[in-house]
């Protein structure tokens, strides 16, 4: 039978409901668990790929090509829960389905209400997940206890113990305890009224995980436990980490979290293996060596905008026993001041993807920046389109190259839009989505990294590489390295003379995780490492 935990948060957003929620998953399965993680979203957008960066952060790519919350991003990083469609619900979804079902006549003539139809259709979403091969279905759900939106769905999870007996179910809640500096003292008010609300919904939660900055000491631990009906052991502390996010799995189980939950779901499991993770916090707290690398985006002041990226040049950096200092510039800068200053000193430059035209041209400068003093350059995405640009106007000669998406009427679109996306008008779920495979060509560095002729990649874009400019672009030194199955579409392209110049169509950041960094990533950053060693002289055309 599987169990089901539900992760809640109170008091204020932004306590790190997702990373908790991973590293309980990643401990899980560490004890020989088959996990499986989902997160249930409040919002109404039907998924966040229509929503801006500002608002949302990240969209993360699942390999089956949906677009969900960049929470699901620290799902796969800590555990190896396969993610599809169905971890990521939001009310958006659900209201459709309920609908669909409504103009088809299933509900049978009578009133389609949130409870119990909507709530009867998140449960649904829920009991996906709980195939017989699963141990324990992690659920999150998105948003703060108190607000309106979330409502049916902790209906729906209250209802869920009922269904399927309360020892097959176990409710986390995570909240904040606050320092008041003024007081000199811990504040476990909020977290009394956050359990307060959750029980006059009619849940009761089985385990209570404190963010706080400082050490929550017994005697608060206790009075929590006192006032929201949990005994003290079952009040979890979750100290800020200054240091990185990859230590929370570790502190948890210093406070006794992972026993908590198997005791409490009666889990039989074996124990807990976490010497390679252990070895990495080791590994990041003592780097043998220091590296700079410049982020050039349109959001890159926006602190979640590109995360899998940040995690992914990390995840290379401990691979090379390196620390990545990361340099966060707005391609918008770069066209105000010019890429010299903003530039210096940096070891590597990356462009990330992103849509719209504000900052390209920022961007086209850094990678002429980047391509003639022979810095190691990784374009992902806009970024490989950026780089197309870049090489057509200033190697090929063509002045006026650019991308349809900014310049419809460029007498050189040497990025442009393949015909079946040419009608599309609907913009949810339409771009080209979800892991693609490419060839890798022989002699290329992609091949060398990868080590293997074929890979699979995520990819979210609209736009291609325009194959009319491919011979122009290999006379003048561009190896297309790596092509999409059937040969037609651009998937990484290579600068020849260049000491690491790749850029590639799809997102490999997704698919890096902190014991295993990517291939690509891992050759980024090696060629950032060697970057003293190279002859810096300047090329220009
Ligand atoms: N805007 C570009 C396109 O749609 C690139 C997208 C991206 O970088 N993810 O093709």
Same mark, same amino acid.
């Given at each position: 039978?599987?169990?089901?935990?539900?992760?809640?948060?109170?008091?204020?957003?932004?306590?790190?409901?997702?990373?908790?929620?991973?590293?309980?998953?990643?401990?899980?399965?560490?004890?020989?668990?088959?996990?499986?993680?989902?997160?249930?979203?409040?919002?109404?957008?039907?998924?966040?790929?229509?929503?801006?960066?500002?608002?949302?952060?990240?969209?993360?790519?699942?390999?089956?090509?949906?677009?969900?919350?960049?929470?699901?991003?620290?799902?796969?990083?800590?555990?190896?829960?396969?993610? +599809?469609? /169905? &971890?990521?619900?939001?009310?958006? #979804? !659900?209201?459709?389905?309920?609908?669909?079902?409504?103009? @088809?006549? $299933?509900?049978?003539?009578?009133?389609?209400?949130?409870?119990?139809?909507?709530?009867?259709?998140?449960?649904?979403?829920?009991?996906?997940?709980?195939?017989?091969?699963?141990?324990?279905?992690?659920?999150?759900?998105?948003?703060?206890?108190?607000?309106?939106?979330?409502?049916?769905?902790?209906?729906?999870?209250?209802?869920?113990?009922?269904?399927?007996?309360?020892?097959?179910?176990?409710?986390?809640?995570?909240?904040?305890?606050?320092?008041?500096?003024?007081?000199?003292?811990?504040?476990?008010?909020? +977290?009394? /009224? &956050?359990?307060?609300?959750?029980? #006059? !919904?009619?849940?009761?939660?089985?385990?209570?995980?404190? @963010?706080? $900055?400082?050490?929550?000491?017994?005697?608060?631990?206790?009075?929590?436990?006192?006032?929201?009906?949990?005994?003290?052991?079952?009040?979890?502390?979750?100290?800020?980490?200054?240091?990185?996010?990859?230590?929370?799995?570790?502190?948890?189980?210093?406070?006794?979290?992972?026993?908590?939950?198997?005791?409490?779901?009666?889990?039989?499991?074996?124990?807990?293996?976490?010497?390679?993770?252990?070895?990495?916090?080791?590994?990041?707290?003592?780097?043998?060596?220091?590296?700079?690398?410049?982020?050039?985006?349109?959001?890159?002041?926006?602190?979640?905008?590109?995360?899998?990226?940040?995690?992914?040049?990390?995840?290379?950096?401990?691979?090379?026993?390196?620390?990545?200092?990361?340099?966060?510039?707005?391609?918008?800068?770069?066209?105000?001041?010019?890429?010299?200053?903003?530039?210096?000193?940096?070891?590597?430059?990356?462009?990330?993807?992103?849509?719209?035209?504000?900052?390209?041209?920022?961007?086209?400068?850094?990678?002429?920046?980047?391509?003639?003093?022979?810095?190691?350059?990784?374009?992902?995405?806009?970024?490989?389109?950026?780089?197309?640009?870049?090489?057509?106007?200033?190697?090929?000669?063509?002045?006026?190259?650019?991308?349809?998406?900014?310049?419809?009427?460029?007498?050189?679109?040497?990025?442009?839009?393949?015909?079946?996306?040419?009608?599309?008008?609907?913009?949810?779920?339409?771009?080209?989505?979800?892991?693609?495979?490419?060839?890798?060509?022989?002699?290329?560095?992609?091949?060398?990294?990868?080590?293997?002729?074929?890979?699979?990649?995520?990819?979210?874009?609209?736009?291609?590489?325009?194959?009319?400019?491919?011979?122009?672009?290999?006379?003048?030194?561009?190896?297309?390295?790596?092509?999409?199955?059937?040969?037609?579409?651009?998937?990484?392209?290579?600068?020849?003379?260049?000491?690491?110049?790749?850029?590639?169509?799809?997102?490999?950041?997704?698919?890096?995780?902190?014991?295993?960094?990517?291939?690509?990533?891992?050759?980024?950053?090696?060629?950032?490492?060697?970057?003293?060693?190279?002859?810096?002289?300047?090329?220009?055309?």
């Amino acid at each position: 039978m599987t169990k089901f935990i539900f992760v809640t948060g109170g008091v204020v957003s932004s306590l790190g409901k997702g990373l908790t929620s991973a590293s309980i998953g990643m401990l899980l399965e560490r004890r020989g668990l088959r996990v499986r993680m989902q997160k249930l979203d409040p919002y109404i957008n039907v998924d966040p790929g229509t929503m801006s960066p500002y608002q949302h952060g990240e969209v993360y790519v699942l390999d089956d090509g949906s677009e969900t919350d960049l929470d699901l991003g620290h799902y796969e990083r800590f555990t190896n829960s396969p993610l +599809t469609r /169905h &971890s990521n619900y939001t009310t958006g #979804q !659900i209201y459709q389905t309920v609908i669909e079902k409504e103009r @088809r006549g $299933e509900f049978l003539g009578k009133t389609v209400q949130v409870i119990p139809h909507i709530t009867n259709e998140i449960k649904r979403c829920i009991h996906k997940l709980a195939d017989d091969d699963v141990d324990v279905v992690i659920t999150e759900i998105g948003g703060t206890v108190g607000d309106i939106e979330s409502q049916p769905f902790l209906e729906a999870i209250r209802q869920f113990s009922t269904d399927v007996g309360k020892a097959n179910c176990l409710y986390i809640h995570l909240t904040l305890v606050p320092y008041l500096k003024a007081a000199g003292e811990l504040k476990t008010k909020p +977290t009394q /009224h &956050s359990v307060g609300q959750l029980r #006059q !919904i009619g849940i009761q939660p089985d385990i209570l995980i404190c @963010r706080s $900055e400082r050490s929550i000491g017994s005697e608060e631990r206790e009075k929590i436990g006192l006032f929201c009906n949990l005994p003290i052991e079952a009040v979890i502390e979750e100290r800020d980490k200054d240091f990185s996010i990859y230590e929370v799995p570790i502190s948890l189980v210093d406070h006794g979290l992972d026993q908590l939950v198997v005791d409490q779901l009666s889990l039989k499991t074996r124990s807990l293996d976490l010497d390679d993770w252990r070895e990495l916090i080791h590994r990041m707290r003592n780097p043998e060596t220091e590296i700079s690398i410049a982020v050039v985006g349109k959001y890159a002041k926006h602190k979640d905008a590109y995360k899998s990226i940040y995690e992914a040049i990390d995840h290379a950096g401990l691979e090379h026993y390196a620390q990545v200092r990361v340099g966060r510039i707005e391609s918008e800068e770069i066209e105000r001041e010019g890429p010299e200053r903003l530039l210096a000193g940096y070891d590597g430059i990356l462009v990330p993807g992103g849509f719209g035209e504000r900052g390209t041209e920022g961007k086209v400068e850094t990678i002429r920046f980047a391509r003639e003093r022979k810095i190691p350059f990784f374009g992902i995405c806009l970024g490989l389109q950026c780089a197309a640009i870049e090489f057509a106007r200033n190697v090929v000669g063509l002045s006026g190259a650019n991308s349809t998406e900014f310049d419809k009427d460029t007498p050189d679109p040497v990025i442009c839009l393949l015909d079946e996306q040419k009608n599309i008008t609907f913009k949810g779920g339409t771009m080209r989505l979800g892991a693609q495979v490419s060839d890798l060509t022989a002699d290329s560095r992609a091949r060398d990294w990868y080590g293997t002729t074929t890979i699979s990649e995520r990819h979210r874009h609209r736009y291609e590489f325009n194959n009319v400019y491919r011979k122009q672009f290999e006379a003048h030194g561009m190896l297309f390295a790596g092509t999409s199955d059937n040969g037609e579409l651009v998937e990484i392209m290579e600068l020849v003379d260049h000491p690491w110049f790749v850029a590639v169509q799809f997102h490999p950041e997704f698919k890096s995780k902190p014991t295993q960094s990517h291939p690509l990533f891992s050759g980024f950053i090696q060629a950032a490492l060697r970057r003293e060693n190279v002859d810096v002289e300047i090329t220009s055309h």
